[in-house]
C-alpha cells in the first residue's frame, strides 16, 4: 500500500458516501435468508453480503466473533471475505476489539495489521482498557502497514458509561483521554489521520473532544436505535470525519443483492446528504 489508511479512508468516503456497512452474521439473518446455522450457511451469507456490498460502500466491517464460532473453518471464511472485500475496493475494518498488555499487543497487531499476514485488514477495532500505551504497538505497526487502528472511546451499549464517563486521578474524563490521545497520534496528518475513536450513535449528549483530526466509527444506528438525525445532532461540526456503521438494518434487506446494494446506497446517501462528507 503506498497510502495511510486515513488518506485512503478520506478518499474512499468522498468516493463511495460515508457509509461502513457491517457482515454481523447472526443467526436470526442466517435463518432470514434461510440458510443453515453451519459453515456452509456462514460462508453463503459472508460472500453474499461482500459481493453485493464491496462495490459500493466506502468500508466493510466484518464482525470476527460470528466466524469464529465455527473454529478454524469460520475463521477461514473470514480471510476468503476479507479477500472478496478488498478486491472490490472496498476498505476492510475487522471488528476484534483486541486489547493487552505491549507484548502481546504486538502479537494482534502482527496478525491483524502486518499485511504479509493471512489475515491482514486495513483497520482494526481495539479496546484502550489495558491503558492507551497498551495499543503503542498496534499503533506503530499500523503506521508501518499504512493500515488504522478504531480504539473504543464511547461505545453504543448502555453498559459504557459506567467506566467510559469516569474520572481519572488527573480529573479527565477517561472516554475524553482516549480522544486526546488519539488525537495525538493523528497530529499532523492530513486529509485524514489512520487513527480513529469508536463513538455510538446512541450516546446522551454531544462531547466536545470529538474532533482528533481522524475518522469516527459510529455504529449504534438502526437496530440499536441510533438514526441520521442522532448523528446530526452528535457530531455537528465533525460531521466529515463520522463513519457510520450499520448491520442488521441493512443485512436485513438480503439476501437479494440488489435489495442488499439499495439499502447501503440509501444509507451511504442519507449520511452524505447530512454535510459529512
Ligand atoms: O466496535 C464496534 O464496531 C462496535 C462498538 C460499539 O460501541 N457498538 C457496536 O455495536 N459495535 C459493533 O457494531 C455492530 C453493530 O451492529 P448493528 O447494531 O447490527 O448495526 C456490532 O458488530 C457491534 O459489535
Redesign the pocket.
Known amino acids: 500500500m503506498t497510502e495511510p489508511f486515513g488518506t485512503r479512508l478520506r478518499a474512499a468516503m468522498d468516493a463511495r458516501g460515508p457509509l461502513c456497512a457491517?457482515i454481523?452474521p447472526h443467526v436470526g439473518l442466517l435463518t432470514a435468508w434461510g440458510l443453515d446455522d453451519t459453515v456452509d450457511g456462514l460462508r453463503r451469507f459472508a460472500l453474499g453480503a461482500a459481493e453485493a456490498l464491496a462495490p459500493t460502500v466506502a468500508a466493510i466491517?466484518p464482525?470476527s466473533a460470528f466466524f469464529e464460532r465455527f473454529g478454524s473453518a469460520g475463521v477461514a471464511v473470514l480471510e476468503e471475505t476479507i479477500t472478496v472485500c478488498r478486491e472490490a475496493g472496498s476498505l476492510v475494518v475487522l471488528?476484534v476489539?483486541r486489547g493487552d498488555i505491549g507484548s502481546t499487543a504486538q502479537a494482534y497487531a502482527d496478525a491483524y495489521l502486518d499485511q504479509r499476514s493471512p489475515i491482514a485488514v486495513d483497520a482494526i477495532?481495539a479496546s484502550p482498557y489495558l491503558g492507551f500505551g497498551s495499543l503503542d504497538p498496534m499503533i506503530e505497526t499500523a503506521r508501518r502497514n499504512d493500515a488504522g487502528v478504531?480504539v473504543?472511546a464511547l461505545?453504543?451499549?448502555p453498559e459504557?458509561p459506567e467506566f467510559q464517563h469516569a474520572t481519572k486521578p488527573d480529573g479527565r474524563m477517561v472516554a475524553a483521554s482516549v480522544l486526546d490521545s488519539l488525537r495525538a497520534a493523528n497530529a499532523g496528518a492530513d486529509p485524514l489521520g489512520s487513527f480513529g475513536a469508536?463513538v455510538?450513535a446512541t450516546i446522551a449528549e454531544p462531547v466536545p473532544e470529538l474532533d482528533i483530526n481522524g475518522p469516527l466509527?459510529v455504529?449504534?444506528?438502526?437496530?440499536?436505535g441510533g438514526t441520521a438525525d442522532d448523528v446530526r445532532r452528535l457530531f455537528g461540526d465533525v460531521l466529515h470525519q463520522v463513519l457510520p456503521?450499520?448491520?442488521?438494518?441493512i443485512?436485513g434487506a438480503g439476501p437479494d443483492p440488489a435489495a442488499l446494494a439499495a439499502a447501503a446506497e440509501q444509507a451511504a446517501a442519507s449520511f452524505a446528504a447530512l454535510g459529512a462528507r
Open positions: 457491517g454481523d466491517k464482525q471488528d476489539k477495532t478504531f473504543l461505545t453504543s451499549n459504557g469508536v455510538g466509527l455504529p449504534g444506528i438502526g437496530a440499536q456503521s450499520s448491520s442488521r438494518e443485512l
